[in-house]
């Protein structure tokens, strides 16, 4: 059978490449005589694989050398409670900037450790929109500024890095992260979930400062206190092996295609098809404000929602699949991260055309 255009929110697609590469080294990687994951997390094989992933998203990133990166588990839900245990560093309280369904979950996660002043919402209008800075009210006193960069539900990017001042700015980049140039040293602390943009589940990605690094509460437990990955480098326990060799390919798939800059262009590219075509029709919408619409995830609904089945059935005969809107929702979502080609972009784009037109 031949691939699917995969249009899931994640896990999401993978680069076909990256998926031969790994299945050619499944049973013997490089000469070994075994699998990457059999191996020892503490062996040669292993630790040079881990090595270079980080080197290569270090490269990709350009993240400054005061900045660990940690490969970590538990997803980007682990880290909503990890980033209050370690960055409150006594502080009553933080700053969150409400957008969504996932901004919302890291607030009340939040809200177990401190006060959380909401900085600003985009609840007034249903979470269509990115709160411009002009509108956030921060506490000069809180202990560090959380958003969400792009609100995979809704479809709301930020296309804009928000200024705190001295106060650490503290990022959800799950389903964006690569996805666009980022100056790193903006930001006190960059998560992501892997299985969105980068590889399989699994893997949680943690870039932090320095500085903010074995400030936790008071005897926090090891495992969710960062010095204790920081030391151990990130092999306090066993680490998700296979997901952080699949990362690794991810990252020397995009070193290889141009790295993050090329990425953005295709990206800037992809999301043009679909918003372009959204405003020629009204037999399609999209909620979002045209500035901060997602170029990773384009919600969007039919005219009418009693052809959503009907939709949804032509697309899977079409070799398109995952393409249902979040539960919270309806209506459809087409998520199309860094593994996407531009051909499904257009396939899709075509398709809506023809259903359309069929319908109209
Ligand atoms: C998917 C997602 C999460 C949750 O990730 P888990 O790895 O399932 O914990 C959090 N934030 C954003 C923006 C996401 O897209």
Redo the contacts with the bound molecule.
């Keep these: 059978m031949a691939r699917v255009f995969n249009f899931s929110a994640?896990p999401a697609a993978l680069p076909e490449e990256v998926l031969k590469q790994a299945a050619e080294e499944m049973v013997d990687w490089h000469g070994s005589g075994q699998s990457v994951m059999e191996m020892s997390h503490r062996g040669k094989e292993f630790i040079a694989i881990a090595q270079a992933a980080e080197a290569d998203l270090r490269e990709l990133m350009g993240i400054p050398a005061n900045y660990k990166v940690l490969f970590l588990q538990g997803?980007?839900?682990?880290q909503f409670e990890m980033i209050p245990i370690n960055l409150l560093r006594g502080k009553a309280s933080a700053d969150y900037v409400h957008t969504g369904e996932?901004a919302k979950?890291a607030i009340k996660a939040a809200k177990t450790f401190c006060n959380v002043n909401v900085a600003a919402s985009a609840e007034d209008k249903s979470f269509t929109y990115a709160p411009a800075q002009a509108d956030w009210k921060l506490n000069k006193d809180a202990a560090y500024v959380h958003y969400?960069a792009?609100?995979?539900i809704g479809g709301v990017e930020f296309n804009w890095v928000p200024e705190t001042g001295d106060v650490p700015l503290v990022c959800?980049m799950?389903?964006n992260i690569l996805s666009r140039a980022v100056d790193v040293s903006r930001y006190g602390l960059i998560y992501a979930?892997a299985?969105?943009n980068i590889g399989p589940?699994g893997l949680?990605i943690v870039i932090v400062r320095d500085d903010l690094v074995g400030k936790a509460v008071p005897t926090p437990p090891a495992m969710l206190n960062y010095q204790t990955h920081v030391d151990a480098e990130s092999m306090y326990n066993t680490p998700p092996t296979y997901a952080i060799y699949i990362a690794g390919l991810v990252f020397q798939w995009l070193k290889k295609n141009g790295g993050v800059a090329a990425m953005e262009q295709k990206n800037i590219e992809k999301a043009g098809l679909l918003y372009n075509y959204l405003e020629t029709t009204d037999f399609y919408r999209n909620p979002v404000a045209k500035a901060d619409r997602s170029r990773m995830n384009v919600p969007f609904t039919l005219k009418d929602a009693g052809l959503d089945d009907e939709f949804l059935k032509g697309a899977k005969a079409r070799g398109m699949v995952q393409l249902k809107g979040h539960r919270s929702v309806g209506g459809m979502r087409a998520s199309i991260y860094n593994a996407m080609p531009v051909e499904g972009v257009k396939a899709l784009v075509d398709y809506m055309k023809e259903f359309a037109a069929s319908k109209g």
Excluded: I
């Design positions: 994640g997803g980007a839900s682990l996932w979950k969400t792009n609100e995979t959800d799950s389903s979930g299985q969105k589940a949680t």
